[in-house]
């Protein structure tokens, strides 16, 4: 069975400054990895995901992240942090069977502060 | 192009009342997503519409829950006899295609409170 587990449930960050949010992942089979931001009373948007290749990912605005096998990780970064980041970011995990939902992370959410 | 809709945007119901929740998604999409988001559980799987195949209803929590897809295109969720413990921000997702690696396109919920 699968699960994703993010660390820190919040995350501060000044303007300008590296921003990781970490997540970690269990699967029984090769995953697929997802990271969706949430602003405010709105859906969730996809940032970025991997599903096979290569294990550097980028997505929108800047952000990317890396899978490692040997880690079970899926961390997310971004060199430099703008306002406009302050969110709810989600880490999830595909079941990995044909068309199947995703299993979500708790969730971290992003403070930028000037 | 328009992308998921859901209606109502936010409900307010008394416990015991009857409430369906309605999702578009957007055209074309094959596969169809409903999810919980609450403070305690997080992001919770409901149930999942592929094409004419059964829907996959592991994630009901209940029998008071149901939801149904209607030409392949419009899905309606129904939660009967509503208890406080449903209030929640249910989310609706769609996909081109079937398949773990497909992206879900996320409508923006309607928030649920039953007093």
């Known amino acids: 069975a699968q699960s994703v587990t993010q660390l820190g449930s919040h995350v501060s960050v000044s303007e300008g400054a590296l921003v990781l949010l970490r997540c970690n992942y269990s699967?029984?089979?090769?995953?697929?990895l997802f990271w969706y931001v949430q602003y405010p009373n709105q859906g969730l948007q996809l940032l970025l995901k991997?599903?096979?290749?290569?294990?550097l990912v980028k997505g929108i605005n800047g952000f990317e992240a890396e899978f490692k096998k040997s880690e079970t990780s899926f961390h997310l970064t971004k060199p430099s942090a703008h306002m406009s980041d302050a969110a709810e970011y989600f880490c999830a995990v595909s079941r990995g069977q044909a068309g199947t939902a995703l299993i979500f992370g708790k969730g971290t959410t992003l403070s930028v502060s000037s | 192009g328009a992308g998921v809709s859901q209606s109502p945007s936010n409900k307010v119901t008394e416990k015991g009342k009857d409430v369906e929740l309605r999702c578009d998604p957007i055209s074309g999409h094959t596969a169809l997503y409903w999810y919980r988001q609450s403070l305690g559980q997080g992001l919770e799987f409901l149930i999942y519409f592929q094409g004419n195949s059964a829907p996959d209803k592991s994630g009901l929590p209940s029998d008071r829950f149901s939801a149904e897809r209607t030409g392949g295109s419009v899905s309606t969720l129904t939660i009967q006899r509503t208890q406080q413990e449903d209030s929640a921000v249910y989310l609706c997702a769609s996909s081109p295609l079937a398949g773990g690696r497909e992206t879900q396109y996320f409508g923006p919920g309607t928030r649920l409170l039953v007093l």
């Open positions: 991997y599903t096979t290749g290569a294990t």
């Open positions: 699967s029984s089979v090769p995953p697929y």
